[in-house]
């Protein structure tokens, strides 16, 4: 089975970069003089380094937040000492204490945790 690699370039990066690349190209060209502020070259000039300031937080972000979900999953699935092992071995010493009638384990057996999905 051949595997393709695409050449789209659609990321954000990519396009950045196709869009650097548009700006170089019209800067060579001395005819190229539009009415329109926005399609001046210090307009689109402009609207690039937008673009770029934006995509470059949003990486940033991105990077926190990759950060913040390893931490969240530590504390709640890490096992012996996360949150979820921690409730179950609560919830199985109230049953084994109480008895699974008891209205101490019925009270306990309703909160729900749910396991960590692996993919």
Do not use: H
């Amino acid at each position: 089975e051949v595997t393709e690699i695409s050449a789209s370039q659609l990321s954000f990066d990519s396009r950045l970069e196709n869009f650097d690349k548009f700006i170089q190209l019209l800067t060579g060209i001395p005819q190229y003089a539009p009415n329109e502020a926005d399609l001046k070259l210090t307009g689109i000039t402009a609207t690039y380094n937008d673009m770029k300031s934006k995509n470059s937080a949003v990486v940033t972000a991105d990077s926190k937040l990759t950060s913040a979900r390893i931490v969240r999953d530590d504390i709640l699935y890490k096992p012996l000492t996360g949150l979820y092992d921690i409730a179950s071995d609560a919830k199985n010493y109230i049953k084994s204490v109480f008895g699974a009638t008891s209205p101490q384990y019925k009270q306990v057996s309703k909160l729900e945790f749910t396991a960590k999905k692996t993919t």
